[in-house]
């Protein structure tokens, strides 16, 4: 019996362009209730990554696959395949890397391995959505001789980078193109780094190799661009009105964030003219599938609700709301298949009637009550304000994910 513990050390959550580092330790156990022990041999190991691509059957038409199946593995075959059973397809994969062959064990022995592999810049994020799935795993594959091969997956987050961060001419960083855009590309890879590398702080009594330290350095880019993005704020006024007049204001002050921060928005009726009675906002998601890749043509958009603040607000002044983006949510994106955007919905009651005669009189005494009318007519609408969601620090998601960075399997 051989014990294979794969160990992610920085946690299961990564930015494509980042490189994924996994120690994978083979053990043979020495058990004490073991009269008899043996050595112990492994043929081979080898680790790759993929992504597996998958859909709901009856809203996706899925598009073929470039590759054949490989859903049943004989006994005596040495080919790695590390998508073997999985559903769905594969629709992404690094090259596969031997990690050793012929490894023999001896009784309390133990061999680790370090498995190093760049995520790469043009795959999708993950996602897990009503329509479709796009699951990241490393998959470590071992076998004895004439025995089958045994798959020990991982599992892990990739979130991406896209579009373009607009920066403010003081930002101080030192990107090409124009000082008032960049543009950084899926992983950052476009992003040209200054020369002088000498005036940056650095410790001499640390030696760090150049990729691991060019891959930290994507990472805290990564961050730095995140952070300056979403850190700009300017006044947005709306005016909340249906066919029959204003009922008031709505502020808020960005309409960029990242995956964690809070939305905060503040309400103001005391300017409008019909009185509002209660609204509700709510944090969502919409998920449309590319017309060329529906089930039906026309089908409805999938809509996800992640947070929702609801107020009851007759006779009041001012209002404000915090909505928390969820670190385990999906940042905007777009693929050739799918499209995911963020919107805040909103909802509003409103009085058919003046704000007077919302009340009625419960005593003619001198201790005067005012209770609330038992029905009253009301008019209802919605407005949706689209606003964008960015990943963030891969470290800070990482402690709120599903996912654990420890797996193991016993051949």
Known sequence: MIEVLAKLGRGPVFLAGEVLECVITFTNPLSASSTSA?????AWASAQIHCQFHTSENRVTLPPS???KHDVQAENETVFVPNRGERGQCILSTPPKILFCDLRLDPGESKSYSYCETLPIDGPPSFRGQSVKYVYKLTIGC????SPIKLLRVPFRVLVLHGKAVLPADAGLSAPGPADALAFSPGLKDYQFP???AVAPSNPFLEEEEGLKKDSRLADLATELLMVATSRRSLHLYNISNTRGKVGTFCIFKTVYKIGEDIIGTFNFSEGDIPCLQFSVSLQTEESIQEEFQRRR??????????RHQEACLHTAQSSFSLPIPLSSTPGF??????????LHFEFVTSGESAGTCLVRGSQSEAVTWTGVEQIEVDTFSWDLPIKVLPTNPILASYVSQFSSTNSITI
């Open 298 to 307: 026309g089908q409805p958009v999938s809509f996800s609700t992640h947070a």
């Open 195 to 197: 020369q002088d590398e």
């Open 143 to 146: 076998q004895r001789v004439n």
């Open 334 to 343: 777009t693929t050739n298949i799918v499209s995911l955007k963020w919107r």
């Open 66 to 68: 470039d590759g054949s």
């Open 38 to 42: 043996s050595s112990e041999m492994l």
